[in-house]
Protein backbone atom coordinates (compact mmCIF):
# COMPACT_ATOMS: atom_id res chain seq x y z
CA UNK A 1 0.00 0.00 0.00
CA UNK A 2 1.20 3.52 -0.75
CA UNK A 3 1.75 5.69 1.99
CA UNK A 4 0.69 9.59 1.06
CA UNK A 5 2.83 12.21 2.60
CA UNK A 6 1.48 14.00 5.66
CA UNK A 7 0.87 17.15 3.51
CA UNK A 8 -1.71 15.51 1.25
CA UNK A 9 -3.14 13.58 3.61
CA UNK A 10 -4.15 16.64 5.58
CA UNK A 11 -5.06 18.59 1.96
CA UNK A 12 -7.52 15.41 0.74
CA UNK A 13 -9.16 15.57 4.46
CA UNK A 14 -8.92 19.41 4.99
CA UNK A 15 -12.62 21.13 5.32
CA UNK A 16 -12.88 23.83 3.21
CA UNK A 17 -16.47 24.84 3.83
CA UNK A 18 -19.26 24.04 6.29
CA UNK A 19 -21.37 21.42 6.13
CA UNK A 20 -24.97 21.88 6.63
CA UNK A 21 -25.29 17.73 7.69
CA UNK A 22 -23.08 18.26 10.77
CA UNK A 23 -23.04 17.38 13.20
CA UNK A 24 -24.30 13.87 13.06
CA UNK A 25 -25.94 12.20 15.63
CA UNK A 26 -23.32 9.91 16.74
CA UNK A 27 -21.02 13.48 16.96
CA UNK A 28 -23.60 14.89 19.06
CA UNK A 29 -23.68 12.08 21.15
CA UNK A 30 -19.99 12.12 21.80
CA UNK A 31 -20.12 15.33 23.00
CA UNK A 32 -22.66 14.94 25.50
CA UNK A 33 -20.47 12.26 26.74
CA UNK A 34 -17.50 14.23 27.14
CA UNK A 35 -19.77 16.59 28.85
CA UNK A 36 -21.19 14.77 31.32
CA UNK A 37 -17.71 13.61 32.32
CA UNK A 38 -15.94 16.93 32.20
CA UNK A 39 -14.50 17.38 35.50
CA UNK A 40 -15.52 21.31 36.11
CA UNK A 41 -14.58 21.81 39.52
CA UNK A 42 -11.24 20.46 38.25
CA UNK A 43 -11.23 21.44 34.75
CA UNK A 44 -7.20 22.65 35.56
CA UNK A 45 -5.81 19.76 37.37
CA UNK A 46 -7.98 16.70 36.01
CA UNK A 47 -5.20 15.96 33.02
CA UNK A 48 -6.45 12.56 32.79
CA UNK A 49 -10.03 12.64 32.08
CA UNK A 50 -9.97 13.30 28.40
CA UNK A 51 -8.83 11.13 25.50
CA UNK A 52 -7.11 10.99 23.02
CA UNK A 53 -4.00 13.20 23.63
CA UNK A 54 -0.28 13.22 21.89
CA UNK A 55 2.65 13.20 23.94
CA UNK A 56 5.20 16.12 22.98
CA UNK A 57 8.38 14.51 23.78
CA UNK A 58 10.84 16.29 26.09
CA UNK A 59 14.05 16.19 27.13
CA UNK A 60 13.37 14.72 30.37
CA UNK A 61 13.02 17.59 32.27
CA UNK A 62 16.04 19.36 32.63
CA UNK A 63 17.44 20.70 35.93
CA UNK A 64 16.86 24.27 36.62
CA UNK A 65 19.11 26.81 38.76
CA UNK A 66 17.55 26.90 42.18
CA UNK A 67 18.40 28.99 45.12
CA UNK A 68 15.71 29.61 47.14
CA UNK A 69 15.01 31.81 49.38
CA UNK A 70 12.14 33.56 51.57
CA UNK A 71 11.27 37.14 51.80
CA UNK A 72 8.26 38.77 53.54
CA UNK A 73 7.26 40.11 49.38
CA UNK A 74 7.76 36.01 48.90
CA UNK A 75 5.00 35.00 51.95
CA UNK A 76 2.64 38.08 50.92
CA UNK A 77 2.60 36.44 47.26
CA UNK A 78 1.99 32.92 48.91
CA UNK A 79 -0.71 34.30 50.34
CA UNK A 80 -1.96 35.83 47.61
CA UNK A 81 -1.73 32.52 45.51
CA UNK A 82 -3.58 30.81 48.30
CA UNK A 83 -6.27 32.87 48.72
CA UNK A 84 -7.04 31.92 44.83
CA UNK A 85 -6.94 28.42 45.64
CA UNK A 86 -3.62 28.14 43.64
CA UNK A 87 -1.92 24.86 42.93
CA UNK A 88 1.54 26.16 42.05
CA UNK A 89 3.57 29.23 42.26
CA UNK A 90 6.95 29.79 40.62
CA UNK A 91 9.42 32.87 40.95
CA UNK A 92 12.61 33.29 38.73
CA UNK A 93 14.66 35.94 39.48
CA UNK A 94 18.37 36.91 38.69
CA UNK A 95 19.78 33.35 36.86
CA UNK A 96 17.96 31.30 39.37
CA UNK A 97 14.42 29.81 40.97
CA UNK A 98 14.11 31.62 44.01
CA UNK A 99 10.22 30.16 44.91
CA UNK A 100 9.05 27.10 44.06
CA UNK A 101 5.76 26.27 45.90
CA UNK A 102 3.07 23.46 45.45
CA UNK A 103 0.02 23.31 47.44
CA UNK A 104 -1.15 19.49 48.77
CA UNK A 105 -1.61 17.46 46.03
CA UNK A 106 0.70 18.49 43.32
CA UNK A 107 4.57 18.75 43.04
CA UNK A 108 6.97 19.69 40.00
CA UNK A 109 5.89 16.43 37.80
CA UNK A 110 2.23 17.82 37.99
CA UNK A 111 1.06 18.45 34.62
CA UNK A 112 -2.20 21.17 34.11
CA UNK A 113 -4.54 22.18 31.47
CA UNK A 114 -3.85 25.74 31.37
CA UNK A 115 -5.70 26.77 28.44
CA UNK A 116 -4.98 29.71 26.20
CA UNK A 117 -1.24 29.67 27.51
CA UNK A 118 -0.79 27.14 24.46
CA UNK A 119 -1.61 30.39 22.31
CA UNK A 120 1.80 31.73 23.05
CA UNK A 121 3.86 28.35 22.76
CA UNK A 122 1.84 27.97 18.93
CA UNK A 123 3.01 31.54 18.55
CA UNK A 124 7.02 30.72 19.55
CA UNK A 125 6.73 27.81 17.25
CA UNK A 126 5.72 29.69 14.45
CA UNK A 127 8.78 31.75 15.25
CA UNK A 128 10.43 28.09 14.80
CA UNK A 129 9.19 27.82 11.50
CA UNK A 130 10.16 31.30 10.29
CA UNK A 131 13.49 31.43 11.44
CA UNK A 132 14.11 27.90 9.18
CA UNK A 133 12.27 30.02 6.26
CA UNK A 134 9.66 27.23 5.72
CA UNK A 135 7.35 30.81 5.00
CA UNK A 136 9.11 34.25 4.44
CA UNK A 137 6.26 36.70 5.47
CA UNK A 138 3.40 37.28 8.27
CA UNK A 139 1.85 39.46 5.51
CA UNK A 140 1.39 36.54 3.16
CA UNK A 141 -2.75 34.99 2.88
CA UNK A 142 -3.48 31.70 4.61
CA UNK A 143 -4.32 30.43 1.04
CA UNK A 144 -0.27 30.31 0.06
CA UNK A 145 0.45 27.54 2.82
CA UNK A 146 -3.42 26.31 2.93
CA UNK A 147 -4.42 26.49 -0.54
CA UNK A 148 -7.58 24.53 -0.57
CA UNK A 149 -8.95 27.93 1.09
CA UNK A 150 -8.27 29.93 -1.74
CA UNK A 151 -10.62 32.34 -2.35
CA UNK A 152 -12.22 32.33 0.48
CA UNK A 153 -12.76 34.41 3.58
CA UNK A 154 -10.65 32.45 5.99
CA UNK A 155 -8.04 31.97 3.06
CA UNK A 156 -8.09 35.31 2.23
CA UNK A 157 -6.33 36.63 6.44
CA UNK A 158 -2.97 37.14 6.74
CA UNK A 159 -0.90 35.55 8.99
CA UNK A 160 -0.33 38.75 10.81
CA UNK A 161 -3.98 39.25 11.61
CA UNK A 162 -4.58 35.53 12.89
CA UNK A 163 -1.21 36.50 15.07
CA UNK A 164 -2.48 39.37 16.16
CA UNK A 165 -6.41 37.94 16.76
CA UNK A 166 -7.85 40.59 13.95
CA UNK A 167 -8.85 38.32 11.27
CA UNK A 168 -12.52 38.79 11.47
CA UNK A 169 -13.45 35.54 12.54
CA UNK A 170 -15.18 35.46 15.65
CA UNK A 171 -16.68 33.03 18.06
CA UNK A 172 -19.69 31.35 17.80
CA UNK A 173 -22.57 32.04 19.69
CA UNK A 174 -22.68 30.41 23.52
CA UNK A 175 -24.82 27.01 23.68
CA UNK A 176 -25.15 24.50 26.06
CA UNK A 177 -26.34 22.26 23.34
CA UNK A 178 -24.03 19.52 22.20
CA UNK A 179 -25.20 19.97 18.75
CA UNK A 180 -23.93 23.82 19.01
CA UNK A 181 -21.09 25.39 16.88
CA UNK A 182 -19.34 26.15 20.67
CA UNK A 183 -19.61 22.75 22.46
CA UNK A 184 -18.60 20.59 19.18
CA UNK A 185 -15.32 23.33 18.91
CA UNK A 186 -14.41 21.97 21.98
CA UNK A 187 -15.11 18.82 22.83
CA UNK A 188 -15.75 17.06 19.23
CA UNK A 189 -13.99 14.79 16.91
CA UNK A 190 -14.14 16.92 13.87
CA UNK A 191 -12.34 20.25 14.51
CA UNK A 192 -11.79 21.50 10.97
CA UNK A 193 -15.84 21.27 10.22
CA UNK A 194 -16.36 22.50 13.64
CA UNK A 195 -14.05 25.87 12.72
CA UNK A 196 -15.73 26.26 9.46
CA UNK A 197 -18.39 27.03 11.24
CA UNK A 198 -16.99 29.88 13.05
CA UNK A 199 -18.36 33.33 11.70
CA UNK A 200 -16.13 35.59 9.84
CA UNK A 201 -18.18 38.92 11.06
CA UNK A 202 -15.64 41.92 10.33
CA UNK A 203 -13.02 42.93 7.85
CA UNK A 204 -9.93 41.18 8.31
CA UNK A 205 -6.92 43.49 9.75
CA UNK A 206 -9.43 46.03 11.11
CA UNK A 207 -10.52 45.29 14.52
CA UNK A 208 -9.00 42.64 17.11
CA UNK A 209 -11.00 40.04 18.27
CA UNK A 210 -9.92 37.56 20.68
CA UNK A 211 -10.96 33.91 18.70
CA UNK A 212 -9.51 30.98 19.08
CA UNK A 213 -9.72 30.02 15.53
CA UNK A 214 -6.85 32.20 14.70
CA UNK A 215 -4.61 29.91 16.49
CA UNK A 216 -6.11 26.72 15.51
CA UNK A 217 -5.29 27.57 11.65
CA UNK A 218 -1.98 28.45 12.50
CA UNK A 219 -1.73 25.08 14.06
CA UNK A 220 -2.81 23.84 10.95
CA UNK A 221 -0.54 26.11 8.87
CA UNK A 222 2.59 24.89 10.75
CA UNK A 223 1.69 21.19 10.11
CA UNK A 224 1.43 22.20 6.46
CA UNK A 225 4.65 23.88 5.77
CA UNK A 226 6.75 21.86 8.33
CA UNK A 227 4.89 18.39 6.73
CA UNK A 228 5.28 16.88 10.57
CA UNK A 229 2.14 16.31 13.07
CA UNK A 230 1.96 19.52 15.31
CA UNK A 231 3.42 17.65 18.28
CA UNK A 232 6.62 16.40 16.65
CA UNK A 233 7.74 19.60 15.41
CA UNK A 234 6.78 21.48 18.75
CA UNK A 235 9.00 18.62 20.52
CA UNK A 236 11.90 19.00 17.73
CA UNK A 237 11.65 22.84 17.81
CA UNK A 238 10.90 24.00 21.51
CA UNK A 239 10.04 21.30 23.52
CA UNK A 240 13.32 19.48 23.74
CA UNK A 241 15.56 22.43 23.40
CA UNK A 242 14.37 24.58 26.43
CA UNK A 243 14.67 20.92 28.23
CA UNK A 244 11.14 20.64 29.13
CA UNK A 245 9.48 16.83 30.16
CA UNK A 246 7.08 15.26 28.21
CA UNK A 247 3.94 17.20 27.63
CA UNK A 248 0.60 15.85 25.96
CA UNK A 249 -2.29 17.75 23.75
CA UNK A 250 -5.63 17.00 22.90
CA UNK A 251 -6.42 15.50 20.09
CA UNK A 252 -10.35 15.83 18.53
CA UNK A 253 -9.56 11.45 17.24
CA UNK A 254 -6.95 9.45 17.46
CA UNK A 255 -4.26 10.07 15.30
CA UNK A 256 -5.80 13.52 14.36
CA UNK A 257 -6.14 16.94 14.75
CA UNK A 258 -4.54 19.11 17.82
CA UNK A 259 -6.34 21.90 20.01
CA UNK A 260 -4.12 24.22 19.11
CA UNK A 261 -5.59 27.15 20.84
CA UNK A 262 -5.61 25.51 24.17
CA UNK A 263 -5.15 21.94 26.04
CA UNK A 264 -1.22 21.77 26.16
CA UNK A 265 -0.79 19.82 29.47
CA UNK A 266 2.51 20.64 30.65
CA UNK A 267 4.18 21.21 34.19
CA UNK A 268 4.74 24.60 35.87
CA UNK A 269 8.77 24.06 35.40
CA UNK A 270 8.10 23.63 32.00
CA UNK A 271 6.04 26.27 31.79
CA UNK A 272 8.74 28.73 33.60
CA UNK A 273 11.11 27.21 30.69
CA UNK A 274 8.71 28.71 27.96
CA UNK A 275 8.81 32.03 30.21
CA UNK A 276 12.51 32.06 30.52
CA UNK A 277 12.84 31.77 26.46
CA UNK A 278 10.83 34.98 26.41
CA UNK A 279 12.81 36.58 28.55
CA UNK A 280 15.94 35.63 27.28
CA UNK A 281 15.38 36.59 23.36
CA UNK A 282 14.96 32.99 21.97
CA UNK A 283 18.11 31.46 24.29
CA UNK A 284 18.67 28.57 25.94
CA UNK A 285 21.85 28.62 27.42
CA UNK A 286 24.35 29.63 23.97
CA UNK A 287 21.57 28.01 22.02
CA UNK A 288 19.55 30.38 20.07
CA UNK A 289 16.20 28.22 19.58
CA UNK A 290 14.10 31.02 18.98
CA UNK A 291 15.43 34.18 16.79
CA UNK A 292 15.73 37.41 18.87
CA UNK A 293 14.04 39.05 15.81
CA UNK A 294 10.85 37.11 15.99
CA UNK A 295 10.40 37.24 20.19
CA UNK A 296 11.01 41.49 19.60
CA UNK A 297 8.41 41.50 17.24
CA UNK A 298 6.10 38.39 18.70
CA UNK A 299 6.06 40.77 22.30
CA UNK A 300 5.64 44.25 20.40
CA UNK A 301 2.28 46.05 20.19
CA UNK A 302 -0.05 44.72 17.61
CA UNK A 303 -1.84 47.43 15.66
CA UNK A 304 -5.66 47.43 16.65
CA UNK A 305 -4.63 46.35 20.18
CA UNK A 306 -1.38 47.96 22.42
CA UNK A 307 -2.04 45.17 24.73
CA UNK A 308 -1.75 42.33 22.82
CA UNK A 309 1.54 41.44 20.19
CA UNK A 310 1.57 37.98 18.89
CA UNK A 311 -0.35 35.55 20.67
CA UNK A 312 0.99 37.13 23.71
CA UNK A 313 -0.42 39.57 26.05
CA UNK A 314 1.32 42.96 27.27
CA UNK A 315 1.03 45.09 30.28
CA UNK A 316 1.34 48.39 29.20
CA UNK A 317 -0.20 50.84 28.37
CA UNK A 318 -1.95 50.33 32.03
CA UNK A 319 -5.64 49.14 30.67
CA UNK A 320 -7.79 48.81 34.20
CA UNK A 321 -10.49 46.67 32.71
CA UNK A 322 -9.37 44.45 29.99
CA UNK A 323 -11.73 42.56 27.81
CA UNK A 324 -11.34 40.26 25.05
CA UNK A 325 -13.27 42.00 22.30
CA UNK A 326 -15.27 45.19 22.29
CA UNK A 327 -19.16 43.29 23.39
CA UNK A 328 -17.24 40.37 25.54
CA UNK A 329 -18.33 40.04 28.68
CA UNK A 330 -15.60 38.81 30.68
CA UNK A 331 -13.39 41.39 32.12
CA UNK A 332 -9.76 41.05 33.83
CA UNK A 333 -8.80 44.14 35.79
CA UNK A 334 -5.50 45.05 36.96
CA UNK A 335 -6.72 48.14 39.27
CA UNK A 336 -2.98 49.74 39.44
CA UNK A 337 -0.21 49.80 36.46
CA UNK A 338 2.40 47.17 36.04
CA UNK A 339 5.29 48.41 38.07
CA UNK A 340 7.78 47.09 35.37
CA UNK A 341 6.59 48.69 32.16
CA UNK A 342 7.91 45.96 29.94
CA UNK A 343 5.81 43.26 31.42
CA UNK A 344 4.27 40.52 29.07
CA UNK A 345 2.64 37.46 30.39
CA UNK A 346 0.23 34.43 28.85
CA UNK A 347 -2.87 34.03 29.95
CA UNK A 348 -4.89 30.61 30.21
CA UNK A 349 -8.39 31.12 31.29
CA UNK A 350 -9.13 31.46 35.02
CA UNK A 351 -5.88 33.60 35.93
CA UNK A 352 -3.64 30.69 34.57
CA UNK A 353 -0.30 33.01 34.15
CA UNK A 354 3.27 33.42 33.20
CA UNK A 355 4.32 36.78 33.65
CA UNK A 356 7.96 37.94 31.96
CA UNK A 357 9.51 40.91 33.38
CA UNK A 358 12.56 41.14 31.08
CA UNK A 359 14.14 44.70 33.13
CA UNK A 360 13.90 42.40 36.35
CA UNK A 361 14.91 39.29 34.81
CA UNK A 362 11.50 37.94 36.38
CA UNK A 363 10.07 35.12 35.55
CA UNK A 364 6.28 34.53 37.67
CA UNK A 365 4.42 30.96 37.16
CA UNK A 366 0.90 31.20 38.37
CA UNK A 367 -1.37 27.89 38.10
CA UNK A 368 -4.88 27.21 40.21
CA UNK A 369 -8.14 26.67 40.81
CA UNK A 370 -9.79 29.75 38.24
CA UNK A 371 -10.25 32.69 39.35
CA UNK A 372 -12.55 35.06 38.60
CA UNK A 373 -11.64 37.85 41.31
CA UNK A 374 -7.86 37.65 39.80
CA UNK A 375 -6.19 40.83 39.55
CA UNK A 376 -3.54 40.93 36.86
CA UNK A 377 -0.58 43.32 37.74
CA UNK A 378 -0.97 42.61 42.07
CA UNK A 379 0.70 39.62 41.90
CA UNK A 380 3.85 41.03 39.59
CA UNK A 381 3.58 44.82 41.39
CA UNK A 382 3.60 42.54 44.93
CA UNK A 383 7.20 40.66 43.96
CA UNK A 384 8.63 43.90 42.59
CA UNK A 385 7.68 45.82 45.68
CA UNK A 386 10.85 45.13 47.29
CA UNK A 387 12.83 46.78 44.33
CA UNK A 388 10.82 49.79 43.82
Known amino acids: MRILPLALLFSLSFNTYA??????QAQIDLVQERKTNLPWKDIVSAVDWYSPLEIVKGDGG??????????????????????????ALLVWKSGALRLEKYWPGFDEQSRYDTASMHKTVLGLLLG?????????????????YLPELKDTQRGDVTIRSLLE?????????????PDSVFWQTFLGNDLQQAYAHWPVTMKSGEEFYYANANPQYLGWMIERISG?????????????????SDARVWLDYPGGNPRTSCCLQASARDWLKVGLLILNQGKVGEQQVISSDWIEKMTAASSHNPNYGWQIWRGSPHNPKRTYSKEGTAVVPAKEPFAAEDTVYLDGSGAQRVYIIPSEQMVIVRIGTPSQTWDDSELPNLLLSESK
Open 19 to 24: DASWPS
Open 62 to 87: QPLATQLETSPQFAEAIALAERHQSY
Open 128 to 144: AAWDEGLFKSVDTQLSN
Open 165 to 177: MTSGITSPPFSND
Open 228 to 244: KRYAEFLSEKLWQPIGA
